[in-house]
């Protein structure tokens, strides 16, 4: 027996058996079930959503000879000869090789005669939004007053062609895109029944890659088990596809954390050894820090059990991972702009370790240090106006000064020494023991926190905590319960980590409930913001040059537009 492609061999029969598309199956079962059937339905969408497989179940449905009904039998005469494409009532007609006006009479000639074997004679007319304008005035009169035994499904990719008039005598349904998920639950399925070994990876590439069309993924699927030689893997779906395995682009994430040029550029290197489609690199790294993002956040959302990534995240600012993804989706849509895709891409990286961390690796700073003074980017602050209204140059030095919006770095606090050249993939070394703890007081909490580097969900799990005593190489943290979310097994392992490596001596944590009365550095760094920001307000409000040009001027303080100088 001849191999069946496998869009054919798991097409779906019933409306159970569809994928995605629930508001049409929903319409048309309580359509069926209740008997209030229209005469004519279009179907709309992209290629490969269902258009023309829900056409066709809905025939077997009107057809099917316990029918009608919204669940037929499959195994009926009408049902079997729908299945297999020879029954003589359902007459699906290509309009576009059928697009002129004497096509479209002699359909409407037959439309007169009574059904042959069925209980209906449905036409099914794939792509009509292809018949030309003589043909749609023709197709009009039918479309309106049908006989009683007769319905039309019509199916279009392109519903802005078609006549406001042909529009408003069908009832519309929109198919949509089908999700990356939804496509590759299908592809497990399939694979699972045809008894062919597959990997994660290399089916989630592939429902990607089919851009929200089933049947563009499973033309793919067969494509890819023929390149495996009878099995799903993710690096033949990458060298099939000309795309980059996941783990590459994370090394690339890896490497952009440490600053080093150098690193970079040797992946650049092996990665454009595989000729891949550097646009799909970009989305994966794009795609790589939304998970980041989501992990810094929004913890709970991002439901991630990767010590690695979790690691990363710790690693990267928020700020620079949204200025990171910016650069990333940015760079793909310049692609096409560049002189070479490669040039493109490698200068979307480039661009991207040029904006480092302050705390990148050594490399980063060298290369920044080597640059001309010319060529170094140069942070500025935005002017902001405090007095709207009043002119520029009448705003005393003092007043500018007190509400310029400035950037606050990190205090500076006391690091260990790094080693003399990073890791690829750095780890968290297991601390050295000390012979003996060194003590530590409720009050150094904030500055041990800042001297162990703890940032992202690690550094908020910290500051969102106090310091109640260390005792034998036990952390005592207490956290309100607003907070616990957080201190889970990941989480809970890198603060004891990063704690132990920044003490000398390694330490288990142990959470208790928060006592009343102690800040934690959170709302130290909050009250004293406040703080300043008030005293910024209550300087401007009380200089006399502002009180005049209040005055004289009426002119008027911004709201929110105070900020504190850095002190």
Same mark, same amino acid.
């Given at each position: ?10 097409? /779906? ?54 029918? /009608? ?142 851009? $929200? ?100 995240? $710790? ?45 990148? +690796? ?126 889970? +097994? ?13 003490? +000398? ?63």
């Amino acid at each position: 027996m001849s191999y069946q492609a496998l869009a054919r061999k798991w097409r /779906p029969r019933r409306f159970s058996e569809l994928v995605g598309q629930e508001h049409v199956v929903r319409a048309l079962t309580h359509a069926l079930d209740s008997g209030r059937l229209h005469h004519a339905f279009l179907f709309t969408g992209t290629r490969g959503v269902g258009k023309t497989t829900i056409a066709r179940i809905f025939a077997k449905s009107l057809n099917c000879e316990h029918g /009608p009904t919204s669940n037929p039998c499959g195994q009926c005469g009408a049902c079997v000869e729908i299945d297999a494409g020879r029954f003589v009532d359902l007459l699906e007609i290509d309009a576009a090789s059928n697009t002129g006006v004497d096509n479209v009479r002699e359909l409407i000639e037959n439309a007169q005669y009574t059904p042959t074997r069925g209980r209906y004679k449905v036409y099914l007319i794939d792509e009509v939004h292809m018949l030309s304008k003589a043909a749609f005035n023709a197709l009009l009169k039918i479309l309106e007053e049908p006989p009683p035994h007769v319905k039309f499904l019509l199916a279009t990719t392109d519903p802005q062609k078609l006549l406001v008039t042909v529009l408003s005598r069908c009832i519309k349904f929109n198919l949509k895109r089908l999700t990356p998920e939804q496509i590759g639950g299908q592809m497990r399925h399939i694979l699972g029944a045809e008894g062919i070994a597959f990997d994660d990876e290399g089916v989630d590439v592939l429902a990607r890659a089919a851009d $929200g069309s089933l049947r563009d993924g499973l033309s793919l699927l067969d494509q890819a088990i023929a390149h495996g030689g009878g099995a799903l893997h993710a690096h033949e779906v990458h060298a099939m596809l000309g795309t980059v395995e996941r783990a590459k682009v994370r090394v690339l994430l890896d490497i952009l954390a440490n600053g080093d040029g150098a690193a970079l550029l040797d992946e650049i290197e092996r990665i454009a050894g595989f000729s891949p489609d550097f646009a799909q690199v970009l989305d994966e790294l794009a795609g790589l820090l939304h998970r980041v993002q989501l992990l810094q956040l929004v913890p709970a959302a991002a439901a991630e059990d990767d010590a690695e990534l979790l690691a990363l995240s $710790g690693r990267i600012p928020a700020q620079d991972v949204q200025l990171w993804y910016q650069m990333a989706i940015t760079g793909r849509r310049d692609l096409s702009l560049a002189p070479t895709p490669r040039v493109g891409f490698e200068m979307a990286l480039l661009r991207m370790l040029a904006f480092a961390p302050a705390g990148a +690796g050594t490399s980063a700073r060298a290369a920044a240090s080597a640059m001309p003074v010319t060529a170094r980017p140069t942070p500025v602050a935005p002017p902001s106006r405090t007095v709207a209204e009043a002119p520029r140059a009448a705003r005393p030095a003092s007043a500018a000064l007190a509400t310029a919006p400035v950037s606050r770095p990190a205090p500076e606090a006391f690091r260990p020494e790094p080693p003399a050249a990073p890791p690829s993939r750095p780890q968290v070394a297991e601390p050295p023991r000390a012979a003996a703890p060194v003590e530590v007081l409720p009050s150094d909490w904030a500055s041990l926190i800042e001297r162990a580097e703890l940032r992202g969900p690690v550094g908020q799990l910290a500051s969102n905590a106090t310091l109640i005593a260390v005792e034998d190489s036990v952390v005592r943290l207490a956290l309100a319960p607003a907070y616990e979310h957080l201190a889970h +097994g990941l989480m809970v392992e890198t603060l004891e980590q990063r704690l132990g490596a920044a003490l +000398g001596y390694a330490v288990k944590i142990r959470f208790e409930r928060a006592r009343t009365g102690a800040e934690t550095p959170a709302e130290q760094r909050a009250r004293a913001d406040s703080e300043r920001l008030a005293a910024a307000e209550q300087s401007v409000q009380g200089d006399p040059v502002v009180q005049s040009l209040l005055d004289t001027f009426g002119a008027r303080v911004v709201p929110g537009s105070v900020r504190p100088t850095q002190s």
